[in-house]
């Protein structure tokens, strides 16, 4: 019974119904998320610069109680227009408990990583493309080997506490409206 609850939790926290966004709020929310980041991250604003296409999830809602899930509703930036409108969700079994939202940029670096995410029909992160995880070492820099991956991931403003920070297994595909 106790299992049954959690998975109604977290099915119902983590609906897309429930956190359908329109294009404007979406377009809102990422343009907030990209003065967070550039603000906090001048070494990533600087990679982003150079990036082919910029995915913003400015709000990515993860709950879990033993089996868990994330849902969150972004935009693809290229050229400084929008190309697209993503939704990334998840689901995971294990050590996990408790609510968090946090923010994901995943910088294209190369055309061809980019061609990669427009061709495909559904985008699994760690399978149809490797996904680096940014790190800021001292004064803010980011590691040398993963400024020069495809695909760089940067995820931050964390609201809550939860254990278990990764892209493996998220599935970015796009909204249809």
Do not use: C
Request: net charge positive; hydrophobic share 45%.
């Amino acid at each position: 019974m106790r299992l049954l609850l959690s998975l109604s939790l977290v099915a119902a926290l983590l609906s897309p119904s429930a956190w359908a966004a329109s294009k404007q709020e979406i377009d809102a929310y990422v343009q907030e998320a990209l003065a967070e980041f550039y603000k906090h991250s001048p070494a990533g604003e600087k990679l982003s610069r150079g990036a082919k296409g910029i995915l913003v999830f400015p709000r990515v809602y993860k709950a879990g109680i033993g089996i868990g899930g994330e849902y969150g509703e972004g935009k693809l930036i290229v050229g400084g227009a929008t190309k697209g409108y993503y939704s990334v969700s998840a689901a995971s079994v294990g050590f996990q408990f408790g609510a968090q939202r946090k923010s994901q940029i995943l910088l294209f670096m190369t055309s061809e990583a980019l061609n990669n995410f427009l061709n495909s029909d559904g985008w699994d992160a760690g399978v149809d493309g490797s996904v680096a995880i940014a790190t800021l070492g001292a004064g803010g820099e980011i590691d040398s080997k993963t400024a020069t991956q495809p695909v760089i991931a940067f995820i931050f403003s964390n609201k809550g506490l939860m254990y278990n920070l990764t892209l493996e297994g998220s599935k970015i595909t796009q909204i249809v409206r």
